[in-house]
């Protein structure tokens, strides 16, 4: 069964499709997940598998851990694009998720002034103001909207709250007046009896009127690339993504194929 993909709280770098060099920030555990959405395309495997025993990092475990690696690739020359929170779970569940943030600025600052901040995040916790308001904070502010239709959300990324709806998370991310980048998964498939498919023309559409209500500066679609823990998801090709692009940009909507 496909389990967690990141071992330390600071891993990398690595090459992101979408960002580049990438160093990342793990605020979940080492040896566990814990996240709001439970996505049958996570790389980083089902809920299921448990929160494992290393607990979340603290907020000081996290700032000498980056202040040293930081400081050693400083010393090295080695280059570096952005530093991306991401994991083995929903990064803004960490409860110092937003004086993190604040340290990661700090850090960045002093070491590499030029490289971005960017968090990639389900949009599950845009309810908490600490949470608006430090990702207001970094360069790409990357929200995830897989889908317009709530039950589509509920078969492909299972919100484990009862109370999720696209229609909440929408008004939330308006919360933005624009300055974020949203994130579509697009696949197809079968899980449990239920198939989907978010790239009909039903979907794909849904998809571009809550786009133009939310105004991002930028919407990045993408498709599985590696190993996912339910193994019936079909990958969405290159052209087909294409085409879904350019019926997003018809709307005057910026978009990145990855």
Not at 169 to 176: E, I, R, S, Y
Request: aromatic residues 6%; glycine residues 6%.
């Amino acid at each position: 069964m496909q389990t967690v993909l990141f071992t330390s709280t600071i891993f990398g770098p690595i090459h992101s499709r979408r960002l580049g060099t990438s160093l990342g920030v793990n605020l979940m555990p080492d040896d566990g997940k814990v996240c709001s959405f439970d996505c049958l395309y996570c790389e980083a495997g089902f809920n299921a598998q448990g929160r494992g025993t290393t607990g979340l990092p603290s907020r000081e475990k996290v700032r000498t851990m980056l202040h040293d690696k930081l400081a050693d690739m400083k010393q090295k020359g080695e280059p570096l694009d952005v530093i991306t929170f991401s994991g083995n779970g929903e990064p803004t569940l960490h409860p110092e998720f937003d004086l993190i943030v604040d340290d990661t600025i700090a850090l960045r600052d002093s070491f590499f002034p030029e490289v971005k901040i960017s968090v990639l995040s389900n949009s599950t916790r845009l309810g908490n103001p600490s949470v608006v308001e430090a990702l207001k904070k970094v360069d790409n502010n990357i929200l995830k909207l897989d889908s317009a239709l709530n039950p589509t959300v509920r078969i492909i990324d299972r919100p484990t709250s009862p109370d999720f709806s696209v229609e909440k998370t929408v008004a939330n991310l308006k919360k933005f007046d624009g300055d974020c980048i949203i994130q579509t998964m697009f696949l197809r498939g079968e899980y449990e009896g239920k198939s989907f498919d978010n790239t009909t023309p039903e979907e794909v559409d849904a998809l571009i009127e809550l786009y133009k209500q939310i105004k991002p500066k930028e919407v990045m679609i993408y498709s599985i690339d590696r190993k996912t823990p339910a193994e019936t998801l079909q990958k969405v090709s290159h052209e087909e993504l294409e085409q879904i692009a350019e019926r997003i940009r018809k709307h005057n909507i910026k978009v990145q194929v990855a």
